[in-house]
């Protein structure tokens, strides 16, 4: 009858215990300790070569003092020496990459994050208690570039990316980093936590040698905060730009411009430029572009300043033109369109969008710039037409179709609030917090791409007039401009 019972037994008996079993018990526990402990260190040394070179190192030196004397180790220490100082010398990006950074690494993880884990995460609240014993999520791997640490964090159940952005600003000071921002790790159940030590985004940063011809998914167009440049893709999607006055739109924009000049003058990038605040941001650098159209803000004949809103209206839907016919003949063929000199892929740059969705008095304008703007917007990726836009105030009225841009970019804004508008809900708390961007730090901002939730701060290249006449010597377009709506190109 026992036979039939599956269920969990419970013996409410004296206990009986057996010597003889209880040695074969313990004997199997400390074979599986074992063995559990040599799997997980030939685990550590698969994911950390280093280690093993290193102690092979070690040994070998070892081995050659006890037997030669010092005086051969002190020659080889410096023969190292000085080969690691002809490395720097020659290759320093490489010599950061492949012995500065792993160094800082190994010392960083030792001596600060291994050091006060525990202490850390139990102040910052990030712990969790069941009956008498305390759980820590676990620390599994740190990375170091000469001013971030990026920190792999295993998160304990019930826990979630938002504990950990709620305890970003404590997690900074607790370590002794200037912020912490919070990022999805690769695994599931793990969150990336990026210390800055120091700041690279400080200095004004000089304009990166674009490529010949331009990578149009990795535009080199800013510096991360971790010390390596941000590639900007840009086929395939639209870029909005949002930030208050002074910082730093110009620089933004005049970056990719930059990074697409080899693309200009070879005919297989098109830029088309709608400047509706008087021309004064792009003038200087008009023979680039395949179409330029600006306004003039001292217009004040109703007459003449509706003639320069449909102007603006007449811009927007010659791309729509473009992009319909594109439609046509790639259906069925492909599709992502691929730019070529007769089919070069079209970039539309428009400075302040808010004077064209929102300050537009003429209603039929306004009415066609918004239809325009939202066919593009919704339409215009898969046949190489892409949209860069730059405003200042994020407002629903004034930005309907905010949710058309897949990457957006928010540089200094004067509110906290404006952050959402532009980013998304949650980005301050995810570490954007572009409200407390300095002023003296224009083209700073935070970057998000659709469907990822974790913001990245950058800080773009400072595009100069010497820059700009520079581009307009060296990259002109291999036609010249074509007629142009709203404005006159010199």
């Not at 009986?16 to 313990?26: E, G, H, T």
């Amino acid at each position: 009858m026992m036979g039939r019972y599956s269920g969990e037994r419970v013996l409410t008996g004296p206990v009986q215990v057996r010597p003889a079993s209880v040695k074969i018990a313990v004997s199997w526990l400390i074979l599986g300790w074992t063995i559990r402990r040599a799997v997980q260190l030939v685990s550590w040394l698969l994911r950390h070569p280093s280690a093993i070179v290193a102690a092979g190192v070690v040994t070998g030196l070892w081995a050659l003092q006890a037997t030669y004397g010092p005086v051969p180790l002190l020659g080889i220490i410096a023969a190292i020496s000085a080969l690691l100082g002809v490395w720097y010398w020659q290759h320093p990006t490489s010599y950061r990459r492949l012995v500065a950074w792993p160094a800082r690494t190994v010392w960083r993880r030792a001596w600060v994050y291994r050091r006060g884990w525990n202490p850390a995460m139990t102040t910052c609240g990030l712990v969790a208690r069941y009956r008498d014993t305390e759980f820590l999520p676990r620390l599994r791997r740190v990375r170091s570039t000469a001013s971030v640490d990026r920190v792999r964090v295993k998160m304990l159940p019930g826990q979630v990316l938002d504990n950990y952005a709620q305890a970003a600003e404590q997690l900074a000071m607790t370590f002794g980093a200037l912020d912490c921002r919070v990022r999805s790790g690769k695994l599931h159940g793990e969150v990336e936590l990026w210390f800055l030590i120091r700041d690279p985004l400080t200095d004004p940063v000089d304009p990166f040698e674009p490529a010949d011809p331009p990578d149009l998914l990795a535009l080199p167009v800013a510096l991360r905060e971790d010390g390596l440049i941000y590639r900007l893709a840009l086929l395939g999607t639209h870029l909005l730009i949002g930030g208050a006055t002074g910082s730093g739109k110009g620089s933004v924009l005049w970056s990719i411009v930059h990074a697409l000049c080899p693309g200009i003058r070879s005919g297989l990038v098109s830029l088309w430029v709608l400047d509706p605040k008087g021309g004064m941001e792009f003038a200087s650098g008009q023979r680039l572009f395949t179409r330029y159209c600006y306004g003039d803000d001292t217009i004040t004949d109703e007459d003449e300043q509706r003639s320069y809103e449909l102007g603006f209206a007449e811009f927007l839907e010659r791309g729509v033109a473009i992009m319909r016919d594109r439609q046509a003949r790639l259906r069925g063929v492909t599709r992502l369109h691929e730019p070529t000199p007769d089919d070069p892929y079209i970039v539309i740059l428009v400075d302040e969008l808010a004077s064209l969705t929102a300050y537009i008095t003429d209603r039929e304008a306004k009415q066609r710039i918004r239809a325009a703007l939202s066919l593009l917007l919704s339409q215009g990726r898969a046949v190489g037409v892409t949209v860069v836009a730059a405003l200042q105030d994020p407002r629903k009225e004034v930005l309907p179709f905010r949710d058309l841009f897949p990457t957006r970019l928010a540089l200094r804004l004067s509110e906290p609030e404006q952050v959402g508008m532009i980013l998304g809900d949650g980005a301050r708390d995810r570490g954007a917090r572009c409200d407390k961007i300095a002023e003296s730090l224009p083209g700073v901002g935070y970057v998000t791409l659709d469907g990822v939730a974790e913001p990245l701060r950058v800080r773009f290249s400072f595009i100069t007039d010497t820059h700009i006449n520079g581009m307009v010597e060296v990259y002109p377009p291999p036609r010249g401009l074509r007629p142009v709506e709203g404005g006159e190109a010199a």
